[in-house]
């Protein structure tokens, strides 16, 4: 099993940064994929970013090309998500996934472990 917990969700003003963790804990893996996406009220689950344990390759969604970066710190077991000149449209929440045997990818049902999430909201 493999549990993942996010962190650094909060209230910002469209404009300003925030930076998400995913922490991993329980069965290690040191290849696979991690990814984040997001959920808006009454909206479907949607694709943001994805990495690759072993080599970094990363993968974003169109919306957030430019402005959003995914990286990986496999000593800690964790991956983040940089949100820069985030948008009221970026509002949502937040969910980890993890993949110790896969590759990146937009497809959330290739994730088998996914967090709780946590709540990002951008104000005008």
């Known amino acids: 099993q493999v549990l993942l917990v996010e962190s650094g969700g909060g209230l910002v003003q469209a404009g300003d940064s925030l930076r998400l963790a995913c922490a991993a804990s329980g069965r290690t893996f040191s290849r696979g994929a991690m990814a984040w996406f997001r959920q808006a009220a009454g909206k479907e689950r949607e694709f943001v970013a994805a990495?690759?344990?072993?080599?970094?390759?990363?993968l974003y969604a169109d919306s957030v090309k430019g402005r959003f970066t995914i990286s990986r710190d496999n000593a800690k077991n964790t991956i983040y998500l940089q949100m820069n000149s985030v948008k009221p449209e970026d509002t949502g929440v937040y969910f980890c996934a993890a993949e110790p045997g896969g590759f990146p990818t937009m497809i959330p049902t290739h994730y088998g472990y996914w967090g709780q999430g946590t709540q990002v909201t951008v104000s005008s």
């Open positions: 990495i690759s344990r072993y080599l970094g390759n990363t």
